[in-house]
């Protein structure tokens, strides 16, 4: 017989495996099986919903990719129920850079093109500068004493 604790948990991961189906905006669990391609079977998915059957972490892994989640907030209640994306290879070249640098959350436009400049001062010249990009010169500050 599952012990207080196993009970409590199953019925936590139902809660986040509900709100994470329904924050994807799938309707239920004919959604989940029309989503999946058929591939998850309706009624074991309701019991995983319900708490009445708790999942494993493979069907976690199912669910999270499905719902578009962290399998570590789904199963385990750890961390942001949004996946971190990674970065699938380097930025190169100013447009790339750029537009890397507009996904960081709370980011004002405005501060786009200086940190481009502090970016193109430590790379090394020739690589992928535009024209209008401060020089590795032109970024120093001058030097206000006389020696």
Do not use: C
């Amino acid at each position: 017989m599952a012990s207080d604790q196993e009970k409590f948990e199953k019925q936590e991961r139902a809660k986040r495996l509900k709100a994470a189906r329904e924050t994807a905006g799938i309707s239920g669990p004919k959604g989940v099986v029309s989503a999946s391609d058929g591939q998850i079977n309706e009624n074991v998915y309701k019991g995983h919903e319900s708490g009445r059957n708790g999942f494993s972490v493979s069907d976690g892994r199912v669910y999270a990719d499905l719902f578009d989640v962290s399998l570590e907030w789904l199963y385990l209640g750890e961390g942001s129920p949004t996946k971190s994306k990674p970065i699938a290879r380097k930025a190169k070249g100013e447009t790339e850079v750029k537009e890397l640098l507009r996904q960081i959350e709370g980011l004002p436009e405005a501060a786009i093109e200086p940190l481009w400049g502090l970016v193109t001062f430590y790379l090394p010249k020739g690589d992928d500068q535009s024209e209008d990009s401060p020089s590795r010169d032109q970024s120093e500050p001058a030097s206000l004493h006389r020696v």
